[in-house]
């Protein structure tokens, strides 16, 4: 009987890893960081204005800055910055509109995501990659290090491509405003805390 | 290669009566052993299709007998959509054709489901709420949201957001409307009339996609029939809508064979032959092949890879396209209405009874009638005897990764064959393996207990209920291994023992994988060394499963008076099959 206590099922929430330093985090106002988001690092990490962070998504600058641009919204479990014990140089530039889905890794090194872009769940994108604007990388795509990704690109199906001739950014640009109208009214966040944190 | 988990196949008896034994010449059939002492060698091509795990097979009650999906006939219950869900009346698969007419349609780059969605932005809903009410207005799109595809691309919008399937087909690539053969028809009568409001240009080939021409020839042809031979025609008019279930197209394609009516109407019109012209112009279908290549050689060299249509996304289109040239660029591509699927149930080949039927209504995925073979014949797992103990795996972790599972050669290992009973009466099972494997490398088998009891299946709770017994008897056994180290099994007994499964343990020797070792034939030959095929390092048992058990004999309708003499009466039942044990690769060297 001693057998069925210790196989019973617990369900309790993984601590947050929060090692290494914490980071000088620049965010703006209105931007909304969870607390229980991770910003490592040694350099600065700067959110603008009316980005979301969610809980659990990993902000690294061990090798270089991080810049999320505006009205970025970065959902949990991604990890942005990661280095994976590689001696690279540079950071990570995301600019306007950019989202990153759920478990994406965005690497370190001088990497940029461009404005409207959408890199989707478990996307990986290797070090020093240059995403251009309004591309969407679509969930468990893979783009290579180094890689220089053009405009309204769509990366499909194991890596196809193809040119998104939408032409619906306005629009997208108006629904990103109104999820992150709603994400920071759900998302608790508490500035004082973190920055006691930091201090 | 990955060593192989042990697995059990069961071969279905309806590839028994074209079963010939390979690798022996079959010329004298007087030679050949009677047929039940044939071992069945799971290596020959043929087994390939015979062998089945216990899960895909179906299992006859009245012939008491296993059905495989091979032998099994299919009858089609439902059609519908996978996209709606939507059940198609078969009626209107012959008009319509074996794709949805709504609004199913899967992207033409990435075959995703498009929804329809309006190019107009939504309202604001920072604007008042009265304001918020409007609907979003036309014009409308597919767009497919994997890909970002948008039939924009293609040039075609919608008007209204359903019944797109209909829309689509008035539409060709670019938004131009597609003539129907009406249309096609007023259009080409006022331009000989000389009609001041037809339209400026005349019709030219490019008017005429194929679905219209088709329509036209058919037309045609028809009247030109109709004109020469009235009675032919009536014939061939209603070869249009010939099926092959109805009784009078039978009879009709009969006839025409044996040459009872057709032959009469033959022989009246070879007094005068009929004369039958061809087409000759635009309105009766005909047109002039376009031989000049030259503007689609032009698009080719401006376009770049990404913009032609790859092999699969010209296979995944509907054949009947509204196209001219053949499909080459991604902007002929057009989205593509679903394929219907089937809900289909199964009978018996012999006895014509269902086996297996679903659920007409599509969203219920239950069966009415399902005899699956697992509730009627012995589940046998195998597991290698010197498992290492499973221990009690946390939840949410993984199970560990068991060891390698490659068998050494010329070194006996032994396997645990559990059989579990599933009907409710007390089985006997008889085993037989041959003593060697077939193939080149033979393997030598020795079951330790080819005859055995299993209880009867009870009820699941039967077992926590015994529990304490069926401790005390697994404690006994323990406990007679503790006396004389680890237990040991021993021939002739069983090895363990439950409410309705036993289990025995088989013993292999693992030939050697060495070419140069391979004994010479029986006439003396050289034997066969050539290199290793694909599998045959896998050491699979064909074992010969007999099954016996006492049943109810079945009381037949209005014998009511002899039933309660038969209430006494079993029937004794047996069922015998091949089967394929695959133990695992034996390692090389």
Redesign the interface.
Same mark, same amino acid.
């Given at each position: 009987m001693s057998?069925s206590s210790?196989?019973k099922?617990?369900s309790i929430l993984p601590p947050v890893s929060n090692s290494g330093p914490q980071a000088p985090v620049n965010a703006s106002s209105s931007a909304k960081v969870s607390d229980n988001s991770i910003l490592t690092g040694t350099h600065s990490i700067t959110i603008q204005s009316e980005s979301v962070v969610h809980p659990r998504a990993r902000l690294e600058s061990t090798s270089g800055s991080v810049l999320v641009g505006r009205r970025c919204i970065i959902h949990e479990r991604t990890h942005i910055g990661s280095t994976d014990g590689d001696e690279t140089s540079g950071g990570v530039v995301l600019g306007d509109y950019v989202t990153v889905e759920a478990g994406a890794v965005i690497k370190a090194g001088g990497t940029e995501i461009g404005g409207d872009t959408v890199v989707g769940v478990k996307a990986r994108i290797g070090n020093g990659a240059k995403v251009g604007k309004n591309c969407?990388i679509?969930p468990l795509s893979v783009v290579k290090p180094g890689e220089t990704i053009p405009d309204f690109t769509?990366i499909?199906?194991n890596g196809r491509? #193809?040119?998104?001739? $939408?032409?619906v950014t306005?629009?997208q640009h #108006?629904v990103q405003a $109104?999820h992150v109208e709603v994400l920071k009214r759900l998302i608790p966040n508490n500035p004082a805390k973190r920055q006691a944190a930091a201090g | 290669m990955a060593p192989l988990t042990p697995y059990t196949y069961i071969q279905c008896p309806c590839s028994d009566t074209s079963f010939s034994p390979s690798g022996a010449p079959t010329s004298d059939d007087k030679t050949e052993p009677e047929d039940d002492d044939r071992t069945f060698d799971p290596r020959a091509p043929r087994a390939n299709y015979s062998l089945y795990p216990l899960e895909y097979l179906l299992y006859c009650e009245d012939c008491h007998q296993i059905r495989c999906p091979r032998c099994v006939n299919e009858e089609i219950v439902t059609y519908y959509c996978p996209s709606c869900l939507f059940e198609v009346p078969s009626s209107n698969l012959k008009t319509e054709g074996n794709r949805c007419t709504r609004s199913c349609f899967q992207c033409p780059?990435?075959i995703g489901p498009l929804v329809v969605t309006s190019l107009e932005?939504p309202p604001?809903?920072t604007l008042l709420a009265a304001d918020n009410t409007a609907q979003p207005t036309g014009p409308y799109v597919l767009?497919c949201s994997?890909?970002?595809?948008?039939s924009?691309?293609i040039g075609i919008q919608f008007d209204k957001p359903n019944g797109i399937y209909q829309q689509l087909a008035k539409m060709s690539n670019g938004g131009k409307p597609r003539l129907t053969a009406k249309e096609f028809r007023e259009r080409s009568r006022k331009e000989k009339e000389g009609d001041p409001e037809s339209p400026s240009s005349p019709l030219t080939n490019s008017d005429v996609d194929a679905e219209l021409q088709f329509s036209q020839l058919k037309a045609f042809y028809q009247s030109q029939l109709n004109e020469t031979n009235p009675q032919a025609a009536a014939g061939l008019g209603s070869l249009a809508d010939l099926g092959i279930s109805s009784p009078g197209s039978l009879s009709r394609i009969m006839s025409m064979y044996t040459g009872a009516g057709h032959g009469a109407s033959h022989k009246q019109s070879r007094g005068r032959l009929p004369v039958m012209r061809e087409a000759r112009t635009l309105d009766e279908g005909f047109q002039e092949a376009d031989l000049d290549d030259s503007a689609l050689i032009e698009k080719l060299r401006a376009s770049a890879f990404?913009d032609t249509a790859s092999t699969d996304q010209r296979l995944a289109q509907q054949p009947s396209l509204p196209s001219h040239h053949p499909l080459l660029f991604v902007d002929d591509l057009r989205p593509i209405p679903y394929l219907l699927r089937t809900k289909r149930s199964k009978r018996c080949p012999v006895c014509r009874h269902i086996i297996s039927k679903p659920e007409s209504k599509i969203s219920n995925p239950r069966f009415r009638i399902r005899l699956i073979a697992g509730s009627y014949i012995p589940t046998i797992t195998v597991r290698p005897f010197h498992a290492p103990e499973s221990h009690?795996v946390?939840?949410?972790l993984r199970p560990p990764v068991p060891a390698e599972l490659w068998l050494a050669p010329h070194r006996a290992s032994q396997y645990v064959l559990t059989f579990q009973n599933p009907i409710f009466e007390p089985v006997k099972v008889t085993l037989a393996a041959p003593a060697a494997t077939p193939g080149r490398f033979a393997s030598t088998v020795t079951v330790l207990c080819p005859q055995f009891d299993i209880s009867a299946n009870t009820d699941m709770w039967d077992d926590a209920l015994k529990e304490e017994g069926e401790v005390q008897l697994q404690l006994q056994r323990r406990r007679a291994g503790e006396d004389g180290g680890p237990a040991q099994p021993e021939p002739g007994k069983i090895w363990e023992r439950g409410r309705n499964w036993v289990s025995i343990v088989v013993e292999v020797v693992p030939a050697s994988l060495r070419l140069d070792g391979l004994p010479p034939g029986p006439g003396g030959e050289e034997p066969d060394r050539s290199p290793l095929k694909e599998d045959e390092d896998v050491l699979e048992i064909p074992m010969f499963v007999r099954v016996e058990w006492e049943a109810d004999t079945r009381d037949d309708v209005g014998s009511s008076t002899t039933t309660r003499d038969n209430k006494e009466a079993r029937e004794k039942r047996e069922l015998a099959y091949w089967c394929v044990l695959g133990l695992g690769r034996i390692a090389r060297g």
């Open positions: 057998s210790s196989s099922r617990r969407t679509t769509v499909y199906s491509r #193809r040119t998104d001739k $939408r032409g306005e629009l #108006r $109104r | 780059i990435c932005a604001e809903p767009t994997y890909c970002n595809w948008s924009t691309e990404e009690n946390p939840s949410g």
